[in-house]
């Protein structure tokens, strides 16, 4: 498919830009990890850090295909990680700057690059570049783009967070309070980072939505 007015986001610069605003709001970040939720009496009362605990009434649960390695949730949440692996190539000379898509596969222009992808892998936690992957990614996005030279500049993987159903799981846990869920995005948490955003920050603070979230509710696995 060729697709002229489809455009392509650089995420890890969107990343770094969020992080900035919300600094510039007022924001505190922490780089560490987060062990176990605490709780008391069906309320979250914070998080354990190697470091120590951290008090808090509100707890988002945004730690993608790792969300469930964090000990003491409520429930069990089934979200998967499913390692996708990429490339880069410089973008052919004389070609329009486009984005190509067909099947799993796509090819898209982002600064004088050619980005290309992307497997669809179950191997647990295994985040590596494989021979194979790449054999695989080169030729698809060779089918779309014939030009693309057969080894790529640099190559990267990464673990998306798949749920059973393909829906994110965003929203209140029903048995704790003040403990959220914005988890699960599968293959679409960048374009669905923001409206994800806007949800959780409504919740935490009006504690209600205007978006219907019914069928994004972390309980729907259990009940
Ligand atoms: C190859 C590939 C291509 C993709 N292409 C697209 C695309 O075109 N469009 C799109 O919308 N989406 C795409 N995705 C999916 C998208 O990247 C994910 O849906 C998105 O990154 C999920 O965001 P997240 O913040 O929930 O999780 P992540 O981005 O995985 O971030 C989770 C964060 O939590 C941190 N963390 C983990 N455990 C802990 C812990 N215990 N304590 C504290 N922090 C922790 C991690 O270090 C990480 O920083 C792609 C994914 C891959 C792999």
């Known amino acids: 498919m060729f697709a002229p007015e489809d455009g392509a986001v650089d995420a890890p610069a969107l990343a770094r830009a969020l992080r900035a605003d919300a600094k510039r709001h007022g924001a505190r970040t922490l780089n560490t990890r987060v062990n176990r939720l605490t709780t008391i009496l069906g309320r979250a009362t914070g998080v354990e850090i190697p470091a120590g605990k951290i008090k808090a009434e509100h707890v988002v649960i945004a730690a993608g295909a790792w969300s469930t390695t964090i000990e003491h949730l409520p429930r069990h949440l089934p979200v998967e990680p499913v390692r996708g692996q990429m490339g880069a190539a410089p973008w052919p000379a004389d070609m329009p700057r486009i984005v190509l898509y067909y099947d799993h596969a796509y090819v898209l222009a982002r600064s004088g690059e050619a980005i290309f992808g992307s497997t669809m892998e179950h191997v647990g936690f295994d985040g590596r570049v494989t021979d194979a992957g790449v054999r695989e990614i080169v030729a698809a996005a060779q089918r779309l783009?014939?030009?693309?030279?057969?080894?790529?500049?640099?190559?990267w993987a990464g673990l998306r967070p798949i749920t059973p159903d393909g829906r994110?799981?965003?929203?209140p846990d029903p048995d704790v309070r003040g403990l959220w869920y914005a988890t699960g995005h599968g293959r679409n948490g960048?374009?669905?980072?923001?409206?994800?955003?806007?949800i959780i920050g409504d919740l935490v603070s009006t504690g209600t939505t205007e978006v219907e979230i019914a069928s994004l509710a972390p309980e729907r696995f259990t009940s």
């Open 145 to 155: 783009l014939p030009h693309l030279p057969a080894v790529p500049t640099r190559t």
């Open 190 to 198: 960048v374009l669905l980072a923001g409206l994800t955003g806007e």
């Open 168 to 171: 994110p799981i965003v929203g």
